[in-house]
């Protein structure tokens, strides 16, 4: 009996390790303090009165490259609040501050290779959801959400975290011969909350000294966590928070210029303007109305190099839809998406067809429930119908990172039979703190598409210092048809499953970090047909001096019923294809001022040979230039055949190459010069975009831009198109 005893002992003390959570260190907490005097926002936190009554929150701990170390500098952090702003300020002492790394990239510019602070507000205390600011020694603006604990990571508009989401806030800094400092200025009409007089919230700040590799929290997590990690933040009490109201109004003027292209009479101009809306009907739910919704005509979508059968993934950008996107996301991101708000009024192509109005109700109701309800219409024009777009999302979120939800998604057209329906339910349940289930079921609703209109994932994740590691299962079937969603490929169950290491030797080459991994993934239609298969073996080397190298070997494989034309005059004929190719990448340190990265893949593709070479060079010119350049190429050799046996006839081997050249230069943390100059010769495309940009807060301001794209692939169109366009849009604060 005494080794069975042993043995259930040793097992009930593992499953205790595993579901009390490996974060052995109590989050610290911090008071709120009331500001007799509101700050000078200057960026000297040490010598300005404002904040002599403050206690600071110190003792930062290192996650890298010393995890569990304390800072090697002293940081101290205070937080303040007057009757309608909160403040935050940072002194980040450093004995060597003519090292302080710096760039002004503009506004969500920050990367981990500058020097930065940054604090997480999770200002619901649901230890999910939270709103970030950062800051660096140039007083750069970075803001974004965070959703669902931060699981996905970095998206555009969903997801974990919402990048493109922007608040009015100010901040200023400077830099002394103690180190630099920085003062926040956050109104409170910039924030959610719930609706008591006298609050506490989540909080947590990280600091970046960007020569050292350093990363350090001040509520300490795991290795594997970032600052998104709110579940694990620290406290901030006594908040007093105001009953005031909010409602805001964005009107924006656009005119524009065109000549060339399709253009039958050469040239063109007009003006536009329209409007947002936003009224808080309480400090946690927001009204939202739209009326000729800004179309984000200043922004530029990066050339993609599609390579495939199947579509690829554009983010949105439109500012109205982009407050509270992570909370409509349900699916898997990129691959199965249920609702895509770039499905509105953008047709294939990136047609443009405009929004008449729209209005949403999101935020929280009854401190836990999540609701989002949204109802667009769009304009007829040429030959498109108008739509109307109706959205009802509810989740209920629960403790230990977990939710329950459920999703309505409908498009009704001009007739009665022209519509399409997407009902779903989704759930997440978080075991311990490393362990997380999550899963969605869903239906659609086309008429003529009906019988196996289903589809739903199931998915089990295990992150640990040591170890993330997930096995996931899906199917879409035949006829699941999500019109106001994004949907990749159709048709299949997926089996994949991911196994990472990270292990930090002691003393090995001077190395920082090992990442060993396996990743498989697998598609098979509804007949059992095995579509395509990937399996990725791969090591990752980090060297404590910013070098990385990644040495992997891909094992493909592409079953193919169909042929499908992957380069004008060449085609992939129908059969079964598998292929090994190697996966090298090289990157040098990016925190240097000059600093480059090249990946390659070499090996079969498609019954014949490709050598694919993506190189990046970055530089950075003191803290107000900077400048990309990548270069994207493929050299592809596939057997020429002639028509036969229902194939078309082949032409062989073809080059593919996309160049992307960025430049920017800050005049200002808010006034900003920007050029994209993007080839893509497959297309025989070469698109310049130039935008000047002042902002006044968010993401208003002025913007001038200027775009010209020399198209040779639309029969009869001039050999370049040419537009300018001005826009202005301010948010004005009517109830202030």
């Known amino acids: 009996m005494r080794p069975f005893l042993s043995v259930r002992r040793g097992v009930l003390a593992a499953l205790a390790v595993l579901f009390s959570g490996s974060n052995a260190l109590a989050a610290p907490s911090m008071n709120a303090s009331a500001l007799s005097q509101e700050p000078n926002l200057d960026g000297d936190v040490a010598n300005d009165p404002a904040w002599n009554a403050a206690v600071a929150a110190t003792g930062f701990v290192q996650v890298r490259p010393f995890e569990g170390l304390a800072a090697s500098e002293r940081t101290e952090v205070f937080v303040g609040y007057s009757a309608d702003t909160l403040f935050i300020g940072v002194i980040c002492y450093d004995r060597e501050p003519e090292k302080l790394i710096i760039s002004d990239g503009g506004r969500d510019s920050i990367t981990p290779e500058v020097d930065n602070f940054a604090v997480v507000l999770d200002s619901f205390k649901d230890r999910q959801n939270g709103f970030v600011f950062s800051t660096t020694p140039g007083a750069v603006q970075f803001d974004g959400q965070v959703v669902k604990g931060g699981v996905g990571g970095f998206r555009s508009g969903g997801g974990g975290f919402n990048l493109n989401w922007d608040a009015s806030w100010d901040v200023a800094a400077q830099v002394n011969e103690d180190g630099w400092s920085a003062e926040f200025a956050i109104p409170f009409k910039s924030l959610r909350y719930g609706g008591e007089t006298v609050q506490d919230w989540g909080i947590n700040f990280h600091r970046i000294v960007a020569r050292?590799?350093?990363?350090?929290?001040?509520?300490?997590?795991?290795?594997?966590?970032?600052?998104?990690?709110?579940?694990?933040?620290?406290?901030?009490?006594?908040v007093s928070v105001p009953r005031q109201r909010n409602f805001k109004i964005t009107p924006y003027l656009l005119g524009q210029s065109r000549r060339g292209g399709t253009l039958a009479d050469n040239s063109e101009s007009d003006t536009d303007w329209g409007l947002d809306a936003k009224y808080m009907l309480t400090p946690s739910l927001s009204l939202d109305l739209t009326y000729n919704t800004d179309f984000a005509q200043v922004e530029a979508d990066d050339v993609q190099v599609n390579l495939d059968r199947f579509s690829i993934f554009l983010p949105e950008k439109r500012p109205f839809f982009l407050e509270n996107a992570g909370q409509f996301s349900v699916g898997n991101p990129r691959e199965v998406e249920l609702f895509f708000s770039r499905r509105i009024g953008i047709g294939s192509g990136g047609i443009q067809q405009p929004i008449e109005s729209g209005v949403r109700l999101s935020g929280k109701v009854r401190g836990s429930t999540n609701l989002g309800l949204l109802h667009m219409q769009t304009q007829s024009i040429n030959a498109l119908a108008?739509?109307?777009?109706?959205?009802?999302?509810?989740?209920?979120?629960?403790?230990?990172?977990?939710?329950?939800?459920?999703?309505?998604?409908?498009?009704?057209?001009?007739?009665?039979?022209?519509?399409?329906?997407?009902?779903?339910?989704?759930?997440?349940?978080?075991?311990?703190?490393?362990?997380?289930?999550?899963?969605?079921?869903?239906?659609?609703?086309?008429?003529?598409?009906?019988?196996?209109?289903?589809?739903?994932?199931?998915?089990?994740?295990?992150?640990?210092?040591?170890?993330?590691?997930?096995?996931?299962?899906?199917k879409v079937g035949e006829n699941f048809n999500p019109e106001v969603g994004f949907l990749r490929r159709s048709n299949y169950e997926k089996f994949d499953f991911m196994i990472f290491n990270r292990t930090r030797p002691s003393d090995l080459w001077g190395l920082f970090e090992l990442r060993p991994h396996m990743y498989h993934r697998s598609y098979f239609d509804t007949d059992g047909y095995h579509e395509s298969g990937f399996t990725h073996i791969d090591n990752h080397f980090e060297w404590h001096n910013g070098l990385e190298i990644h040495t992997g070997i891909n094992l493909t494989h592409e079953g193919v019923r169909e042929p499908f034309e992957i380069n004008k005059g060449t085609f992939v004929p129908a059969g079964e294809y598998d292929h090994k190719e190697s996966q090298l990448v090289f990157m040098t340190d990016r925190k240097k001022a000059l600093s480059g990265s090249v990946k390659s893949y070499i090996g079969g593709f498609y019954g014949g040979d490709r050598v694919a070479v993506e190189t990046k060079v970055n530089y950075r010119l003191g803290d107000a230039f900077t400048a990309a350049l990548t270069w994207s190429h493929n050299d592809i050799e596939l057997p020429a055949f002639a028509a036969s046996d229902g194939n078309p006839a082949s032409v062989g081997d073809f080059e593919v190459n996309v160049v992307r050249l960025r430049l920017g230069y800050s005049f200002s943390p808010k006034i900003l010069i920007q050029a994209l100059v993007q080839s893509d010769d497959r297309s025989d495309l070469i698109a310049t975009n130039l935008r000047f940009s002042w902002l006044q807060a968010a993401n208003a301001g002025l913007f001038l831009v200027y775009n010209e794209v020399d198209d040779d692939s639309i029969v009869g169109a001039m050999e370049k198109r040419r537009e300018i366009a001005i826009k202005y849009s301010r948010i004005l604060d009517v109830l202030r």
């Not at 869903?442 to 289903?454: K, L, S, V």
């Open 212 to 238: 050292r590799n350093e990363v350090s929290f001040w509520a300490p997590l795991d290795r594997q966590h970032n600052i998104f990690r709110v579940s694990d933040a620290g406290t901030l009490k006594n």
């Open 386 to 474: 108008g739509n109307s777009y109706s959205v009802v999302r509810v989740n209920q979120e629960l403790a230990n990172r977990s939710s329950l939800g459920a999703i309505y998604v409908a498009r009704q057209g001009e007739g009665d039979q022209d519509y399409n329906n997407t009902y779903a339910v989704d759930g997440r349940w978080g075991i311990g703190d490393e362990i997380t289930v999550s899963g969605y079921l869903a239906q659609t609703e086309t008429p003529g598409r009906r019988g196996d209109d289903q589809a739903g994932s199931l998915r089990v994740g295990w992150n640990s210092q040591a170890w993330t590691n997930h096995v996931a299962y899906s």
